[in-house]
Each structure stands twice: as structure tokens, then as C-alpha cells.
């Protein structure tokens, strides 16, 4: 499991802050969702093909399940506002929403439907 634990402002003066997100040279980003969720909501529960992405946490909390496809043992971390995991293809995963949140999804493919469909297989990880 990749997590990046409470991403905050490296550079700060009178004009405000900036935050690196993302920046390890190597990740093409194809496309980038604003995802809010109410208190209790599960989402995910599914795995992609082909396609990977980072979710960081703008505000709120939320539980976050994984397992590989062909495997039994399921990890659980808990992310806070500023926190950032990473889900790689064939990955199994389930998020439970503890608070109001809103998370950024930094996908390597489209979300068109179609494509995003052909590429997604759902499983009830978690409930």
C-alpha cells in the first residue's frame, strides 16, 4: 500500500502556499475528477485492468481497503485531510467515508464511460 501521509504547503510567503501534490516525473496524468462523498458512503469497490491513479484527500476522512486480484488478505488504512494513496492496476479497492470529504482522483486513463467501463471490474470488497 502506497500512502503519502498529510501533504502540506513546502513554500509559503504573503501571497499564500504551494503544495506538491504530485510530482515524481514519471506519472502521465490523463485525466483529474473532484469527488465528494457524504458521511458513510462506500465507493470504489472495484478494480481496474490497465488503468492507475492517485487519490488525495482535499478535506474530510476516509477508510481506504486493498487486496490484489488473486489475493485474500485485504489492508485498511485510514486517510485524513491531506493524504494521498496510490492504486495501482489489479488492485482491489474500497473506500468507506467517515466524514463529508471531498478527494481528487488523478487517473493514467480517460474516464470516458465507455473506455472507463471496459476497463473496470466490480467487486464487493467492502459494504
Known amino acids: 500500500m502506497r500512502i503519502t501521509k498529510n501533504i502540506t504547503e513546502e513554500f509559503?510567503?504573503?501571497?499564500?502556499?504551494?503544495?506538491?501534490?504530485?510530482d515524481d516525473g514519471a506519472t502521465?496524468?490523463?485525466s483529474?475528477?473532484?469527488?465528494t462523498s457524504k458521511k458513510g458512503a462506500i465507493r470504489s469497490?472495484?478494480?481496474h485492468k490497465k488503468d492507475s491513479h492517485y487519490c488525495y484527500l482535499e478535506s474530510?476522512?476516509?477508510?481506504?481497503?486493498?487486496?490484489?486480484?488473486n489475493g485474500r488478505k485485504i489492508k485498511k488504512a485510514v486517510l485524513a485531510k491531506g493524504d494521498m494513496v496510490f492504486t495501482p492496476p489489479l488492485m482491489v479497492h474500497g473506500m468507506k467515508f467517515l466524514?463529508?470529504?471531498?478527494?481528487?482522483?488523478?487517473?493514467?486513463?480517460?474516464r470516458?464511460?465507455?473506455?472507463?467501463e471496459k476497463d473496470t471490474v466490480r467487486i464487493a470488497l467492502i459494504s
Open 45 to 47: 469497490n472495484h478494480y
Open 99 to 110: 466524514e463529508d470529504s471531498v478527494l481528487w482522483a488523478f487517473a493514467t486513463r480517460s
Open 32 to 35: 483529474i475528477l473532484r469527488i
Open 60 to 69: 474530510g476522512a476516509l477508510e481506504y481497503y486493498e487486496r490484489p486480484v
Open 112 to 116: 470516458d464511460q465507455k473506455d472507463y
Open 28 to 30: 502521465a496524468i490523463k
Open 12 to 22: 509559503i510567503d504573503e501571497r499564500g502556499g504551494i503544495a506538491k501534490v504530485l
